[in-house]
């Protein structure tokens, strides 16, 4: 595996079979996520929460990365239906790490894909910044 960028080596997670609905807070838009149009928006895995917010027309999960495990931008805290969100990969929580309020439902959105079994809702923090800084010349 590579130490630059795990990701890139992972075997993404299975995408949902069935449809299910996501709600976003503190907004409190739901989004009814398809299987068949997946994904939405090629960003992160194919079915993640972040791909399903792209979908939805949500902007306020951030990706400074684009959504390949680099960063910790994309934190989001999965209020409802955890259980059946793809499980967190060690580069994941190496990722989470670097992220402020982290708590014991914080995933990165670019990695959590639901399985489709139950709805989620999903509260995007509002310290969720960019913390990712370009090398000066």
């Known amino acids: 595996m590579s ?3 795990p990701y890139l080596e992972a075997e993404p997670p299975k995408a949902p079979a069935r449809r299910y609905r996501v709600t ?3 907004e409190g838009r739901t989004f009814e996520v398809d299987p068949a149009r997946l994904p939405y928006d090629r960003v992160g895995h194919p079915g993640s929460l972040l791909d399903v917010s792209n979908g ?6 951030d990706h400074a990365c684009g959504g390949v495990c680099a960063c910790s931008t994309c934190h989001i805290i999965v209020r409802e239906g955890l259980s059946s969100c793809s499980e967190m990969t060690e580069a994941e929580a190496d990722m989470l790490d670097n992220a402020p309020g982290v708590t014991a439902h914080s995933r990165l959105a670019c990695q ?8 989620l809702v999903v509260e995007i923090p509002d310290w969720n ?6 090398e000066e010349h």
């Open 129 to 134: 910044r960019n913390y990712v800084r370009e």
């Open 24 to 26: 976003f807070l503190p």
């Open 56 to 61: 939805a027309g949500e902007t306020g999960i």
């Open 112 to 119: 959590t894909v639901p399985d489709g079994s139950c709805d």
């Open 3 to 5: 130490a630059q960028n």
